[in-house]
Each structure stands twice: as structure tokens, then as C-alpha cells.
T-cell receptor
Framework: EAGVVQSPRYKIIEKKQPVAFWCNPISGHNTLYWYLQNLGQGPELLIRYENEEAVDDSQLPKDRFSAERLKGVDSTLKIQPAELGDSAVYLC???????????FGPGTRLTVT | AQKITQTQPGMFVQEKEAVTLDCTYDTSDPSYGLFWYKQPSSGEMIFLIYQGSYDQQNATEGRYSLNFQKARKSANLVISASQLGDSAMYFCAMLTNDYKLSFGAGTTVTVRA
């Protein structure tokens, strides 16, 4: 069974530029999560999807961050414009149900210069 | 607010010995789940073990066991017979009734040959 796929693995951009991350969850997993992980810290939830509906986006900075999950499968997380403080690892995870164990992708390491 | 505390930033363990990673949590939810994840230097979060708050027995998965002490609100991870491949960051996490998975700050484990 294929795991959670994320791309790109690494991204370097200049501040004020836009950036997008893509995630393909495990087949059949209805719940999808985006997390932010700063260096030396645990992941923090940005947004949770149930199928195509964003059911928890309370931690998403909506002035610059946006996300979508069209057709309830793949998801894209966007930052526009990026700031220096956005440098971090962005992790995508999926689970069959909201209470099940979450399976994580390899993450996208973003560096904003 | 839900909170996970991991007080050991880093630990060294000799190969083939056991190591215990501490985790305490705080929640007012009567029902919750506790997870441990491993994050090697490659960055991917790997699910290790799960303990439900109403589970009577401590969870075990191969060389991993969870020492669950509900009254003390602790959920320590024990890794037996450490291997060089166990060197990684380990995160304790708690899933509460709002379906949020909250992570601790992590403990870095280094296994010495």
C-alpha cells in the first residue's frame, strides 16, 4: 500500500513570493491533515478535512494561507505571500477516520529567504 | 487547553538496552487517545503505538510498550533491546474529543554501539 505522498520535498523561495504544496493521501482515507513543524518542535495542526470539507481550520492563518481538497482526495496548501517566519516543514497526514492513527507523508521543507 | 509534556530533550542509550521516554498529559476530556510517533532524520513521522484512555491493559507492539498510568496522567514509551536504527526523535501525542492531535516537544534518542 502506498503511503502519503507529498511534493515538493524541498522548496526555497524569496519572501513575498507564493508557494504551494501538494499532498496525495492513502487511498480510502477520508480524513486529511496539514501540519506545520518548526525546528525542534512537534507538529501543529493547520487544517483538517473530512472528504472535501474543511472541518477544522481554526489554526490556519487565513490572511496568507489557503488550502483546498477538491474531490476529497488530493490537497493543496498555499502561502501567499510567504514570510521569513514561514520557514518550516509542512506535513500532510491522512487517516481512515478522525479517531484513527494518522499516517504522515515525508513533509515539505520550506526555506524563505 | 490540552497539553503534552516531554521533559527529556535528549537521551543516550546503549545498544541492546531498554530506554524509557517520559510523557505526561493534561486534558479534561473523559475519553482520549495517546500515541507515540518516531521521526528519523529523513523527516517522516512513523506511528508506533496507541493507547486508549479506557484500555485496561498497557499497549504493546513488538519492542515498544506503553506504560499507561491514568491517575498520574502519564504515558511513557519503553523501547526494549535498542537498535542503532532506533536513533530518532520520538513524539508523544494525544487525541481529544475535538479530533485534535496535540504533540509534545519530542525527545531525541541516540543509540550507541
Amino acid at each position: 500500500e502506498a503511503g502519503v505522498v507529498q511534493s515538493p520535498r524541498y522548496k526555497i523561495i524569496e519572501k513575498k513570493q507564493p508557494v504551494a504544496f501538494w499532498c496525495n493521501p492513502i487511498s480510502g482515507h477520508n480524513t486529511l491533515y496539514w501540519y506545520l513543524q518548526n525546528l525542534g518542535q512537534g507538529p501543529e495542526l493547520l487544517i483538517r478535512y473530512e472528504n472535501e470539507e474543511a472541518v477544522d481550520d481554526s489554526q490556519l492563518p487565513k490572511d496568507r494561507f489557503s488550502a483546498e481538497r477538491l474531490k476529497g482526495v488530493d490537497s493543496t496548501l498555499k502561502i501567499q505571500p510567504a514570510e521569513l517566519g514561514d520557514s518550516a516543514v509542512y506535513l500532510c497526514a491522512s487517516s481512515p477516520t478522525p479517531t484513527g492513527e494518522q499516517y504522515f507523508g515525508p513533509g515539505t521543507r520550506l526555506t524563505v529567504t | 487547553a490540552q497539553k503534552i509534556t516531554q521533559t527529556q530533550p535528549g537521551m543516550f542509550v546503549q545498544e541492546k538496552e531498554a530506554v524509557t521516554l517520559d510523557c505526561t498529559y493534561d486534558t479534561s476530556d473523559p475519553s482520549y487517545g495517546l500515541f507515540w510517533y518516531k521521526q528519523p532524520s529523513s523527516g517522516e513521522m512513523i506511528f508506533l503505538i496507541y493507547q486508549g484512555s479506557y484500555d485496561q491493559q498497557n499497549a504493546t507492539e513488538g519492542r515498544y510498550s506503553l506504560n499507561f498510568q491514568k491517575a498520574r496522567k502519564s504515558a511513557n514509551l519503553v523501547i526494549s533491546a535498542s537498535q542503532l536504527g532506533d536513533s530518532a526523535m520520538y513524539f508523544c501525542a494525544m487525541l481529544t474529543n475535538d479530533y485534535k492531535l496535540s504533540f509534545g516537544a519530542g525527545t531525541t534518542v541516540t543509540v550507541r554501539a
